[in-house]
Structure formats: C-alpha cells, structure tokens
C-alpha cells in the first residue's frame, strides 16, 4: 500500500470510532447509556481475556498499575452517559480537551498560551450566553472522559512495557468490573436480548476493532505526530457521524467550537514537533479516538521509540605477522 493512503486510513479510522459511538447512542433507548457502556466493556473484556489470558499482578505495583489503567479506561467510557445530554461532535471535541491540556500543561513555552486559550474559547463556545447552551451535566460528564483520557496517556506506555496485550486485559476487566453492575442495575435482563448483543457486537467492531487496524496500518506508514494532527480532526468526524446517523445538527457557533478545539489539538502536536531534539514529546503525540483503548490489544498511542542508532562500529581484523626473509 502506497504512502499517500495513509492519511485516508486515519480519517477512515476515525469516521470509524464516531460511527460506532453513534450507533451505541442508538440503543439508548432500550439499554441506556450504562448499559451501552456495561456492554461494550463487558465483551471486551470476555475477548481480551480469552486471547491473552493474562497472568494476575505478581507485585504491587503492577497490581496498582492494572487497578489505574482500567480505573482511566472506565472513566474514558463516560462518554456514553455524556451522550444522553449533548451531541456526538460536542461530546468528542469535550472530551479532545483533556489531552490537550495535558500536553499543554507539560509545556514550558509561551506560545502554547494561546493554544490553551483557543482551546478554551471552544468551551465557551459550547456554553456561550445567548447561544445554544450545552446541559451542564453533559459537559462535566465529558470533561471526566477527557481527564479519564489524560490519565489513560500517562498510564498507557508504562502498561505497554509490562507483558504487552496482558495489563490491558486485566485493565479493561477491572473498568469492567466497575461498570457493568451500574448496567445491569439499569438494564437488566435486557442487556440480553439479541437484538441488543447484535448491535453490541457491531459497536464493538466499528468502534474498536476495525479503527485500530486501519491506524495500526496507517503507523506503518506515517509518523506518530502526523497522525496525531490528523487526529484533530475528530471533532469534525463526529459532528459529521453525529448528524447523518442521529441527525444531531449542531449551531454555527457549535461547529466554530469543534475547529478551535482541533486547531487547538493540531497546534499542539505541530508545536511539539518542532521542539528541539533534546526535548521530550508531550503526552498527547498521537490523541486516541475516545472509544479505542477498551479493545486495542496495544495501549501505546504509537509505536515505542527506537535507541538512538551509535555509529557503526567496524571489526578491525587481526594483525598478521610479517613472514621472515626465508618464509615461503
């Protein structure tokens, strides 16, 4: 596959997230949002469990790395509630902000100031007096998602280093864990139903397993921090899903709202790639989809950082001795 595909796989990939998270917000209706979010956490843990059968933590730190990775992992998932008051396109570009700001917050430079402020102004703008005000409940409902997300990026990369898919499948079963009983209380024996497990099963598909491959394949091809700008357009892929599958249409000054946010977003993975190369990437490289990490088999937001490469060293061949003058 040429180079000049890549760019479609990650719009694919996230078309794919927001698509999928759509047609969650579709079963509303007979589940509720703890259900959708007990039901998607429930079946990927049942498979990441079946595929990596994990070793329970030995130590305990590893044992409190896997109780907060999966605690970040459920928090992320409030997004599903979050859907009951606002939008697709408001939610993701909401929940956007927390990896912003994480990357935000870990810089040192002053023109991020005005990153963190257009970032800000698409808050406002989401909740700007006279305009369509956003329910309350909503907004802080994906704001958590968002800090949820941030905590997922500090952890990931310290989980991806311990025994690869294992920790995310103990993380994933603990969010679980957390989460389904406040699904089964909602729902009940209709979390069953197979209508219910069908769409279930398409969420999962559409949402986790199919926008990792296309970014998996897309990471092969471009660099992380060219993803991570393209990603900034995450927003937009949701206002795009939200409005054709939910036919949520959002206000002129909702959509000036979600380019801020990803102007935000891509300014701060470009203003990282200019860093010097003493400098160390910002947590958010590359900003996952809010709806991947509960089935990615690889936490890491991109692929590890090869060692420097040392200069080649050359074997130098063994001195010889000089034949004397009657050797022959």
């Given at each position: 596959?040429?180079e000049?595909?890549?760019?479609?796989?990650?719009?694919?990939?996230?078309?794919?997230?927001h698509?999928?998270l759509?047609?969650?917000?579709?079963?509303?209706?007979?589940?509720g949002?703890?259900?959708?979010m007990?039901?998607?956490l429930g079946?990927?843990?049942?498979?990441?469990?079946?595929?990596?059968?994990?070793?329970l933590?030995?130590?305990r730190a590893d044992?409190?790395?896997v109780?907060?990775?999966?605690?970040?992992?459920?928090?992320?998932?409030?997004?599903?509630?979050?859907?009951?008051?606002?939008p697709?396109?408001?939610v993701?570009?909401?929940?956007?902000?927390?990896?912003?700001t994480?990357?935000?917050l870990?810089?040192?430079?002053?023109g991020?100031?005005?990153l963190a402020s257009l970032?800000g102004?698409g808050?406002?703008?989401?909740?700007?007096?006279?305009?369509?005000?956003?329910?309350?409940?909503?907004?802080?409902?994906?704001?958590a998602?968002g800090?949820s997300m941030a905590?997922?990026?500090l952890?990931s990369?310290?989980?991806?280093?311990?025994?690869?898919?294992?920790?995310l499948?103990l993380?994933?079963?603990?969010?679980?864990?957390l989460?389904v009983p406040?699904?089964v209380?909602?729902s009940?024996s209709?979390?069953?139903?197979?209508?219910?497990?069908?769409?279930?099963?398409?969420?999962a598909v559409l949402?986790t397993?199919?926008?990792?491959s296309l970014e998996?394949?897309?990471l092969?091809?471009?660099?992380?921090?060219?993803?991570g700008?393209?990603?900034?357009?995450?927003?937009?892929?949701?206002?795009?899903?939200?409005?054709?599958?939910?036919?949520?249409?959002l206000?002129?000054?909702?959509?000036?709202?979600?380019?801020?946010?990803?102007t935000?977003?891509?300014?701060?993975?470009?203003?990282?790639?200019r860093?010097?190369?003493?400098?160390?990437p910002?947590?958010?490289?590359?900003?996952?989809?809010p709806a991947?990490p509960a089935?990615?088999?690889?936490p890491i937001?991109?692929?590890?950082?090869?060692?420097?490469?040392g200069?080649?060293?050359t074997?130098?061949?063994?001195?010889?001795?000089?034949?004397?003058?009657?050797?022959?």
């Amino acid at each position: 596959m040429r180079e000049s595909t890549a760019p479609a796989l990650v719009l694919g990939s996230m078309l794919s997230v927001h698509f999928g998270l759509a047609v969650g917000k579709q079963l509303f209706d007979v589940v509720g949002p703890l259900g959708v979010m007990a039901l998607r956490l429930g079946l990927a843990a049942v498979v990441l469990l079946l595929v990596h059968r994990p070793a329970l933590p030995r130590t305990r730190a590893d044992l409190l790395l896997v109780l907060g990775f999966g605690t970040a992992i459920a928090g992320m998932n409030l997004v599903y509630p979050a859907l009951w008051y606002l939008p697709l396109g408001t939610v993701s570009a909401l929940q956007l902000l927390g990896p912003v700001t994480l990357a935000l917050l870990a810089s040192r430079r002053t023109g991020d100031l005005l990153l963190a402020s257009l970032a800000g102004l698409g808050v406002w703008l989401f909740h700007a007096p006279g305009g369509v005000r956003a329910p309350l409940p909503g907004v802080v409902l994906a704001l958590a998602s968002g800090v949820s997300m941030a905590c997922y990026l500090l952890l990931s990369r310290r989980a991806g280093t311990r025994g690869g898919g294992a920790p995310l499948a103990l993380a994933v079963t603990w969010a679980a864990v957390l989460t389904v009983p406040f699904g089964v209380a909602e729902s009940g024996s209709a979390l069953l139903d197979t209508r219910v497990l069908l769409t279930g099963a398409l969420v999962a598909v559409l949402a986790t397993a199919l926008p990792y491959s296309l970014e998996l394949a897309a990471l092969r091809r471009l660099p992380p921090r060219t993803v991570g700008v393209l990603q900034s357009l995450e927003p937009v892929c949701a206002g795009i899903a939200g409005t054709t599958v939910l036919a949520e249409h959002l206000a002129p000054a909702q959509w000036l709202a979600l380019g801020c946010v990803g102007t935000a977003c891509a300014g701060t993975v470009l203003r990282g790639r200019r860093a010097g190369p003493g400098t160390a990437p910002g947590p958010a490289v590359a900003i996952p989809g809010p709806a991947r990490p509960a089935a990615t088999p690889d936490p890491i937001p991109g692929p590890p950082s090869a060692p420097p490469p040392g200069p080649a060293v050359t074997p130098q061949p063994t001195p010889q001795p000089e034949p004397g003058p009657g050797g022959g």
